[in-house]
């Protein structure tokens, strides 16, 4: 057994320790940021994949230095499937860096090429390191492919990359980058390797980390915008809906309209009320969100002007049919519209390729199916008014197809079926408990709302 010399036992370990300190601290700082680039992004109201590459990046490169730098690796033979694992590490790190670069759309359609290009590559030399342990042709092969992976980087973003303070920041980081990771792995080749590239990834973290936090916090203010642009759609569109019911000696109606978005494509109103008339319309949208919202608003516009044929079913339904014509970029809109008269004890109904409206009397439901084609399409369409007498007592619904297309768990949709039985259950309820309980079922059926609803009950009593 050999005794070292005490004194150069500590001379030993004070010159690795010297030597290692500044890589681990590097090593510590670079997993730091990365971390932090991870909370951040958790933190975030949407998925940021920016701070998730730089997260990713920067780990990945922190912990790889941290490991390889470690003291107790010089002082004792370093655990083989460690050193596989270090190795693997350097190999990984690329994979993040080219599709942070992606996702910023710096290098055009050749980014999404090179990308796909190295995270296989790399994947494949690090997987071979796990198996095989560290080989110098792998490396040989690794410093090649990734040197030349980051100059055709570069190239892409002064080719692709509009000239901005941030394509000219991370021109700089990568250039110094580039030419460290270089210059180590040519004195690395002549044997006096001094290992400068952990300082200029430092440089390119930092322009990394403060491109992405531009890019997050525009995102951030756009999101908030589009948040505010929401909520001013939202009041509006609200504002176009009936708050309530006139009060009426015949009629009584309650409505429920729950959107599935912050706006949304479905619309109701009642466009003739008195003690002895009631016209009630709905309508839906084809497609969600603002684009639907914005027809819906001018659903409402066409059926105000066609009020003085609120009597007539068929022919306000064509005249909403051709204000719309033309102006809603080939999205339809479905409708039916219920005239009531109490004097006469009649109703007149017709829809335009809209769910039956249902007719409960006496506990019996029945189905009215008087459809035409879609508004907003066909100037050819025609719509027919079917009447119906009507006695104390009937509860007509009129509601959106998404209360029959609503899907639980199995897949299976609530169906006309189900509804028409639940509306029967419903005929000994008050009629804002009878919607209320329409609404709820729907809802608990539904494995997810995929749809608006909206529901309209009408109550004539004498």
Not at 32 to 41: D, E, K, N, Q, V
């Amino acid at each position: 057994m050999v005794l070292l010399d005490p004194q150069f036992a500590r001379s030993y370990v004070l010159r690795v320790f010297n030597h290692a300190q500044v890589y681990l601290f590097l090593g510590a700082a670079i997993t730091t940021i990365g971390l932090l680039s991870a909370f951040f992004s958790l933190l975030q109201r949407r998925f940021d994949p920016l701070l998730l590459w730089l997260a990713l990046f920067a780990v990945l490169y922190g912990v790889r230095l941290g490991l390889r730098y470690q003291l107790l690796w010089e002082l004792q033979p370093r655990p083989e499937a460690l050193q596989r694992i270090v190795v693997a590490l350097l190999f990984l790190v690329p994979i993040p860096a080219f599709f942070f670069f992606r996702t910023l759309d710096l290098l055009g359609r050749g980014g999404r090429i090179l990308s796909n290009i190295v995270w296989p590559v790399s994947l494949g030399l690090a997987l071979a390191t796990l198996l095989l342990g560290p080989q110098h042709m792998v490396h040989v092969i690794n410093n090649a492919f990734i040197n030349t992976a980051f100059l055709v980087a570069v190239l892409l973003i002064i080719r692709t990359a509009r000239s901005s303070p941030d394509t000219t920041l991370l021109r700089g980081g990568l250039f110094l980058f580039i030419a460290c990771t270089i210059f180590d792995n040519i004195t690395a080749l002549v044997g006096h390797y001094y290992n400068v590239s952990p300082f200029s990834f430092v440089i390119l973290l930092t322009a990394l980390g403060v491109v992405a936090g531009r890019k997050t916090l525009f995102s951030e203010q756009q999101l908030t915008v589009l948040h505010s642009e929401l909520e001013i759609a939202r009041q509006i569109q609200t504002s176009i809906l009936p708050l309530s019911f006139p009060e009426s000696k015949s009629f009584r109606v309650a409505a429920r309209y729950l959107s599935m978005t912050a706006v949304a494509g479905d619309f109701y109103d009642f466009l003739l009320t008195n003690d002895f008339e009631v016209g009630l319309l709905i309508a839906d949208v084809s497609g969600h969100g603002i684009p639907a919202a914005l027809i819906g608003s001018m659903v409402k516009m066409a059926a105000t002007s066609q009020r003085a044929k609120a009597d007539n079913p068929s022919d306000l339904l064509n005249g909403m049919n051709i204000a719309l014509l033309g102006n809603t970029q080939r999205q339809f809109v479905t409708a039916a519209y219920v005239y009531l008269n109490a004097s006469l004890k009649e109703l007149r109904y017709s829809a335009a390729a809209h769910p039956p409206m249902l007719l409960l009397r006496n506990g019996e439901v029945k189905e009215f199916a008087e459809n035409g084609l879609m508004l907003a399409l066909f100037a050819s369409a025609t719509y027919a008014t079917v009447t119906q007498p009507i006695q104390p007592g009937d509860r007509l619904v009129l509601y959106t197809d998404g209360l029959i297309e609503a899907m639980n768990i199995h897949q299976e949709e609530f169906g006309s079926v189900r509804l028409n039985a639940l509306v029967r259950d419903t005929g000994n309820r008050p009629l804002s408990e009878a919607a209320d309980h329409i609404v709820s079922t729907v809802q608990r059926w539904s494995v997810a709302q995929t749809d608006d609803l909206t529901v309209l009950l009408c109550d004539y009593r004498i």
